[in-house]
């Protein structure tokens, strides 16, 4: 009978950027890498598109690429960044997809994920299907295919995703097996209690929707998981492959698949050379005539289940408490600092609630008047978001979801609508609680988009909350000695990364003296256009002055001024813009 083995890695990392500018800023405790997305690619991502093989004396006898191999999550905010800043590594797990097609009777190697890694079991309905639509749309603009599989934030379930999955074609997620409640044969009148990771993990099982249809659900083997994540099975490749194959039942009665479920960075940045590790391993399997390498769609296909289950709703693979990492101080944390305490989870939880349920019916009456149907509308946003908000997905978007001929001004409020339902969801991401504190990067990055969501609902709804969003966050507790609650955390470090026009535009003239391109623009979030006809380069003062046109390419807004940049070292930097005042007034300036 088939016997087979599959290795996914969930490969995957939050927005990082800037929400106001789209440039990742540099984070010390990546160091010696300019961020986190940096350190990782170097020590994960891209290598494991050229894994190496050693020989017998120590030399290089084979490079893999483990992503055409193994089962791996093309997460959109990681495969975002690297398109943009390691497109080497981009195209190679593109092209690994496409080469494990071929190894796998056309089943590729890649599944989808829910857009911004938000919780999804803590999400409203609309949030959900978004995420869903998002996920799905940003995997066949990448992969030229659709997807088959799609992971679930966290594993966090509950059957209304699990539902919205299967009504946009996915076949099939993976669940850590502490999460089947129970199961039977299709067909069988009576379950069998499956709960405490009971469950027998060698087959796919059948999940029954509340809408109908139903979606086949893959059960990990969890004690080899955590062995890999956090024992030392990476440490050597040949007893990886022996503990893998030694998971088959002993005798030959039925098809089996041996399969496992990490963090994909768990192969070369939480354990130095796993990806050799991992390599050395697929290549054993490999050679193997008794046992293959499969990957999950191309396993459904041969072997659909003979078994249904019921899952257990509000339940994760990374918190035993369910899903209250993300909600509450239940207990779960990262191990790094025994005695902190989460109590800030639940103010952080209740802060960004607050802000998601006052600005949603608000946008959805505001885009009604605008939109055919914003439910469709947003659902379709993501395309903007893919093509960067060029000038052509904008029309193309507007051709399908305008109720009338919009004026520039209405389009401009559409587009910053959508944008901030985007940053509404982006606040939700899962690393946001999944640390020890409210001052760790995670935490806050979600605070930072929440105050872009802010800031737009101010601009085009009229609406201010952010008062009410800093009294939460004021009897949020920090462990940090340097701030004491989430308020003081959101004054040092969510507040100085806000920016307008005006900054942008001042920021482009000291770029300009060095002859740099504005991180704004490099970003693709704006058009900055300069005219700098005065300048000077006297007494160790460069300085200069002119006009500077920015534009959102996000929003659509854009604003014209006089601009003004002059250094003399580090601490003795003067720039500033103000109102055009046309050829004279720049002159008369100068002259001063």
Same mark, same amino acid.
């Given at each position: ?23 990742? %800023? ?22 494991n ?21 193994v ?6 905010t ?28 056309g089943h ?6 829910c ?23 940003d ?40 999460q089947?409640g129970?199961?039977?044969a ?102 193997? @005539? ?34 209250g ?23 952080? @939880? ?20 605008l ?14 978001v ?13 051709s ?17 609508l ?5 940053q ?23 605070? @930072? ?19 009410a ?10 462990n940090?000695?340097?701030c004491?609650?989430?308020?003081a955390v ?21 770029? %300009? ?30 300085s ?26 580090i601490?003795?930097?003067v ?6 005042g ?11």
């Amino acid at each position: 009978m088939d016997r087979a083995i599959c290795i996914h890695g969930h490969f995957y990392q939050p927005s990082r950027e800037n929400p106001w500018l789209g440039d990742i %800023e540099v984070q010390r405790s990546a160091a010696p890498y300019h961020d986190w997305n940096e350190r990782v690619a170097a020590e994960c991502y891209g290598p494991n598109t050229a894994a190496r093989i050693l020989d017998a004396d120590g030399l290089i006898g084979e490079i893999v690429n483990t992503y055409s191999k193994v089962s791996f999550t093309a997460a959109p905010t990681l495969l975002s960044w690297l398109a943009q800043h390691r497109p080497a590594v981009y195209r190679a797990i593109i092209d690994a997809d496409r080469e494990s097609r071929e190894r796998y009777a056309g089943h590729g190697s890649a599944i989808a994920s829910c857009y911004s890694h938000l919780i999804l079991p803590l999400a409203t309905p609309e949030e959900k299907r978004t995420q869903v639509a998002w996920g799905v749309r940003d995997f066949a603009s990448r992969f030229g295919r659709e997807p088959e599989g799609m992971w679930l934030p966290e594993t966090a379930v509950d059957l209304e995703s699990l539902d919205l999955m299967a009504g946009a074609g996915i076949r099939f997620t993976i669940l850590a097996p502490h999460q089947a409640g129970k199961v039977r044969a299709i067909g069988a009148e009576g379950w069998t209690d499956a709960s405490g990771g009971r469950v027998e993990t060698r087959m796919p099982y059948l999940c029954r929707l509340p809408s109908g249809r139903s979606i086949a659900i893959f059960f990990y083997d969890g004690a080899i998981a955590r062995d890999v994540a956090f024992g030392d099975l990476l440490s050597d490749g040949r007893r990886f492959s022996g503990r893998l194959l030694g998971a088959f039942s002993p005798g030959r009665g039925r098809p089996e698949l041996v399969h496992i479920a990490t963090d994909g960075e768990t192969y070369g940045h939480h354990r130095e050379f796993g990806e050799m590790a991992l390599a050395y391993c697929l290549r054993t399997i490999e050679a193997r @005539r008794d046992v293959r390498l499969t990957v999950y769609g191309e396993y459904l296909a041969a072997h659909p289940p003979t078994h249904e289950v019921a899952v257990r709703e509000g339940t994760s693979w990374s918190c035993t408490h369910g899903v209250g990492r993300w909600r509450e101080e239940c207990g779960c944390h990262s191990g790094a600092h025994p005695g902190w305490s989460q109590a800030w989870r639940r103010l952080l @939880r209740e802060a960004v609630a607050m802000v998601r349920d006052a600005l949603a019916p608000r946008s959805a009456e505001e885009l009604a008047a605008l939109v055919r149907d914003p439910r469709e509308a947003r659902d379709d946003a993501v395309g903007l978001v893919l093509n960067r908000w060029s000038d052509g997905a904008v029309e193309e978007f507007f051709s399908r979801h305008a109720l009338h001929d919009l004026s520039l001004k209405e389009r401009r409020r559409v587009l910053a609508l959508l944008e901030m339902e985007r940053q509404a969801m982006l606040m939700q991401t899962s690393c946001g609680w999944f640390f020890d504190d409210i001052a760790e990067p995670g935490s806050v990055q979600v605070m @930072r988009h929440a105050g872009r969501a802010m800031d737009l609902a101010r601009r085009v709804l009229g609406i201010d909350l952010e008062a009410a969003f800093i009294e939460i966050l004021t009897r949020a507790p920090s462990n940090d000695p340097g701030c004491a609650t989430g308020a003081a955390v959101y004054e040092a470090q969510v507040r100085p990364a806000a920016a307008d026009l005006a900054r942008v535009g001042a920021g482009a003239a000291l770029y %300009e003296i060095f002859g740099l391109v504005p991180l704004a623009a490099a970003s693709g979030m704006y058009a900055i256009r300069g005219d700098w006809p005065y300048r000077s380069d006297t007494g160790g003062r460069q300085s200069l002055l002119g006009t500077v046109r920015v534009q959102s390419r996000v929003t659509g807004e854009e604003a014209f001024f006089d601009a003004v940049a002059s250094f003399a070292g580090i601490d003795r930097v003067v720039i500033g813009v103000r109102e055009p005042g046309g050829d004279e007034a720049l002159r008369a300036a100068w002259g001063r």
